[in-house]
């Protein structure tokens, strides 16, 4: 199993609104990030989760709050988010440790978030 | 400064002929990693190919292969017998050991495969 499931594919939600997004690997990938793509742009990093601990935090607002329950799921809690939060956000996993730089990251289908 | 630069912000290419994208990077770290990423237009961000820094020949995967320039600092993706699926965005990526939990991404280059 090489996937990286994201739920859900599409979400709409007001500025008040409390949402989350939800990341699952079974790789046994002890990394996992967040990146936001805004249309025609590379993704940017957010976070970083290595071992379950959060390891990069890219100066995200903190509107924006990850959660890494177990080594396998990976949450984006939002509230009180922005129109200009409006991307596609994708979750990637990849090997995780220090040096090692040859193994790739699997991202998900990421889920477009229109906010309203 | 930006790490990863790809500069054709667009590419043609017509559909059995081949393309090279290209990549240059800047690091002074000795020891990173170079990905290449294919985005259609779905979202999902699908690996490609792999070069390491110490990779003395150059990496080839199916139709893709890396032209792994190190003195230049390129990294440049070749496309052969392009196929109408090919059509996509393509991000050339760097990971470096000083910081080596994070993929940088370029700008990315839109190719389009002609009939």
């Known amino acids: 199993d090489t996937e990286v499931t994201q739920t859900p594919k599409h979400l709409v939600m007001g500025m008040t609104n409390k949402k989350s997004l939800k990341c699952e690997q079974h790789?046994?990938?002890?990394?996992m990030y967040w990146y936001k793509q805004k249309a025609k742009k590379p993704p940017e990093l957010m976070f970083v989760?290595?071992?379950?601990?959060?390891?990069i935090n890219e100066s995200v607002p903190s509107r924006f709050s990850p959660e890494c329950p177990n080594s396998s799921l990976l949450n984006l809690h939002l509230h009180a988010l922005q129109p200009e939060d409006s991307a596609l956000y994708l979750c990637?996993?990849?090997?995780?440790?220090?040096?090692?730089?040859?193994?790739?990251?699997?991202f998900g289908q990421g889920t477009r978030l229109t906010v309203v | 400064a930006q790490k990863i630069t790809q500069t054709q912000p667009g590419m043609f290419v017509q559909e059995k002929e081949a393309v090279t994208l290209d990549c240059t990077y800047d690091?002074?770290?000795?020891?990173?990693?170079l990905f290449w990423y294919k985005q259609p237009s779905s979202g999902e961000m699908i690996f490609l190919i792999y070069?390491?820094?110490?990779?003395?020949q150059n990496a080839t995967e199916g139709r893709y292969s890396l032209n792994f320039q190190k003195a230049r600092k390129s990294a440049n993706l070749v496309i052969s017998a392009s196929q109408l699926g090919d059509s996509a965005m393509y991000f050339c990526?760097?990971?470096?050991?000083?910081?080596?939990?994070?993929?940088?991404f370029g700008p990315g280059t839109r190719l389009s495969v002609l009939p």
């Open positions: 990637a996993s990849s090997q995780g440790g220090e040096g090692l730089i040859g193994t790739e990251a699997f």
């Open positions: 790789m046994g990938h002890r990394a």
């Open positions: 989760y290595s071992y379950e601990k959060l390891s």
């Open positions: 690091t002074s770290d000795p020891s990173y990693g």
């Open positions: 070069q390491g820094s110490y990779d003395q």
């Open positions: 990526a760097m990971r470096e050991v000083y910081y080596g939990q994070n993929f940088v």
